[in-house]
């Protein structure tokens, strides 16, 4: 598949994205050429596996897959002595709409993630890997699979990596169509060849995951970003971003903006930077209505909102999420209840039917939004949203509930006089 | 259908099954294999995965029924997914997919009398940045115009 908008320019120094621009960087001779593989290498051979969580855990890297738990805490849970196998999942489904930036490491770089496997099962005693990758992506998929198959060859997986005595085995698997199966436990019961409906936590993952054995489940970016803190240490990376969020994020930009794509930027970055400087602004003619800083379930911001740093906490502090980094631009011309109808029919799809309020509340929504956007809106329809959208949060399984739920609450609240004006006896 | 699985194929299959702790893991990926080959997981087909990996057929059923990549009938030469998630649809997705309909001559979800062409609704396919986009078979096509589409659909043969 193409991956063309990579505009990689404005940007000093980058960890995931600096050399895009070679054509054949996902052959392993020019990965090598550019100093690839260094970071096993210096893993493997050079450091325990303590040092690297320590390491990791000192660099502030926060989950990029949507919740931004801290990695290195996260392997911390793994318990170091078992008598079952452990298992890393790698989370490539890549469902949150808005999203596409997996699949531009996948393509680009795909040994960089293979690095960070490779330095992330060692440091957890891990021998098995699973990419658990989106369907659609084919093509993608066959990338990967050709990356593993030289990486193996050059002896970087199987039998005894560079002569060290730890072995790893890594494994493709396409999922077919089914946003649930990003959600970490959706993801376990896919992989182990069932339905994707998410488990109860307790127990967590990393003491009862795959097969009921120890599992971390760790997005691509994430991972891909452990052979940078490895090589040039913690301080390092977390000075590129916060104190809290070190690093830096792959923001995708899509909406009618000048140019839609991937950045790679510093993590707090302000969203207007982000918009204005590096996507170019809004097309000629187009005003900012509106922006979804976050990934589709991450609550709606006005245009008035985006001076704002984009990182976990400040976006949580204005009652939104950084979520996957994926920004959505909405300009002036579009209503907003296309917007709502468009994320009712999301969550109503993709609902995995397993708890009621999720499934019955979305398909709720959805038709009060159809219905008032045939303009039969009634009087009361707006509160009527609210109102369900309320008995959804916190009453489901998974977080699945709460994606739902919240974009719809900040959409109904923040734009109350729009929709309501959409009513029949509105005021519009 | 089943019994002409080719022994390529069922070499394949076999792989597959064995990097799995447990055969059953191997579903998603032994239904894609076969799907390829056959264009849909009929009855049979479910009979035949549910003895591969010693499951009960509804396993494979639910399976089969929960993910939306795998069709119980089979779907046309051409498969056209075309997005209709938010960030397609602020570029203009909803023309797309009205041309669409016009110049196949089906509504969503439908398939050409003559079985070239099946026209399918999809989420995000996570090609924003290329919005609108469609899938034709596993094929991603971005920037989509009415133009663009026109000249798509007479490259295929
Ligand atoms: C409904 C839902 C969908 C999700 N989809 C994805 C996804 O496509 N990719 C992903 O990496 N994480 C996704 N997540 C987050 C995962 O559950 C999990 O937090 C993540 O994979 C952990 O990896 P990280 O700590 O490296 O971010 C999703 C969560 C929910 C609730």
């Known amino acids: ?428 | 259908m089943i019994a002409g699985l080719s022994s390529e194929l069922k070499k394949k299959i076999a792989e597959v099954v064995a990097r799995y702790p447990k055969k059953e893991a191997a579903i998603l990926p032994v239904l894609h294999l076969i799907q390829r080959e056959t264009g849909a997981i009929g009855a049979d087909e479910e009979r035949w995965v549910a003895g591969l990996l010693e499951i009960r057929p509804i396993k494979v059923r639910e399976v089969v029924t929960f993910y939306t990549m795998y069709h119980q009938k089979p779907v046309g030469r051409f498969h056209i997914q075309v997005c209709s998630n938010l960030p397609c649809s602020l570029m203009g997705g909803e023309k797309v997919i009205d041309h669409l309909q016009r110049r196949l001559g089906i509504k969503i979800g439908e398939t050409t009398p003559d079985q070239r062409f099946t026209l399918s609704e999809v989420e995000c396919l996570g090609a924003c940045e290329q919005a609108p986009c469609m899938m034709i078979n596993f094929d991603y096509y971005g920037d989509l115009t009415p133009e663009k589409i026109d000249g798509l659909l007479k490259g295929l043969d």
Request: glycine share 12%; aromatic share 8%; proline share 5%.
């Open chain 1, 1 to 428: 598949m193409a991956c063309s908008k990579a505009w990689t320019r404005h940007v000093d120094e980058k960890i995931l994205t600096e050399h895009f621009g070679l054509a054949n960087l996902y052959e392993i001779e020019a990965y090598l050429e550019r100093g690839g593989y260094r970071a096993v290498t210096k893993a493997l051979q050079e450091m325990t596996p303590d040092g690297i969580m320590d390491e990791v855990k000192k660099a502030g890297l926060r989950g990029r897959g949507g919740a931004g738990f801290p990695a290195g805490m996260k392997w911390s849970f793994v318990p170091k002595t078992s008598d079952k196998p452990k298992y890393l999942c790698v989370n490539a489904d890549e469902g949150e709409p808005g999203t596409f930036k997996d699949r531009y490491i996948l393509t680009h770089n795909p040994h960089l993630l293979i690095e960070g496997i490779i330095i992330a099962s060692f440091s957890v005693g891990i021998h098995a890997a699973y990419v658990y990758i989106r369907g659609e992506y084919e093509a993608v998929a066959q990338r990967l699979e050709q990356a593993l198959a030289q990486a193996a060859q050059k002896g970087y997986l199987g039998k005894s990596i560079l002569e060290t005595g730890f072995d790893l085995d890594v494994f493709v698997h396409r999922g077919a169509g089914a946003y649930i199966c990003g959600e970490e436990t959706a993801l376990l019961e896919s992989l182990e060849g069932k339905r994707g409906h998410p488990r109860l936590k307790p127990p967590f993952p990393a003491t009862v995951g795959l097969f009921q054995c120890p599992t971390v489940i760790n997005n691509v970016e994430t991972l891909a970003n452990i052979p940078a803190i490895i090589q040039k240490g913690a301080p390092w990376f977390l000075d590129k971003g916060l104190a809290k969020d070190g690093g830096t994020r792959i923001f995708g930009v899509s909406g009618p903006v000048v140019r839609p794509g991937i950045y790679e930027l510093p993590v707090g970055t302000s969203l207007r930077e982000i918009i204005y400087t590096h996507a170019g602004g809004l097309k000629p003619g187009k005003k900012l209505k509106a922006v979804i800083p976050g990934g589709m379930s991450a609550p709606i911001l006005k245009a008035d909102e985006i001076d704002i740093k984009m990182d976990f906490d400040s976006l949580a502090g204005v009652g939104s999420m950084l979520g996957s980094a994926a920004v959505i631009v909405i300009d002036e011309a579009t209503p907003i209840l296309d917007v709502l109808k468009k994320v009712a029919k999301f969550y109503a799809h993709e609902s995995c039917g397993q708890c009621t309020p999720c499934r019955i509340g979305t398909s709720w929504i959805h038709k009060i939004i159809k219905r008032m956007s045939a303009g039969h809106g009634e009087k009361g329809d707006v509160d009527e949203l609210v109102r369900l959208a309320s008995n959804i949060k916190g009453k489901t399984l998974c977080p699945m509930g709460d994606a739902a739920s919240l974009p719809v609450l900040s959409l109904a609240q923040k734009f109350k006089n729009e929709l309501e004006s959409c009513l029949k006896d509105g005021s519009g």
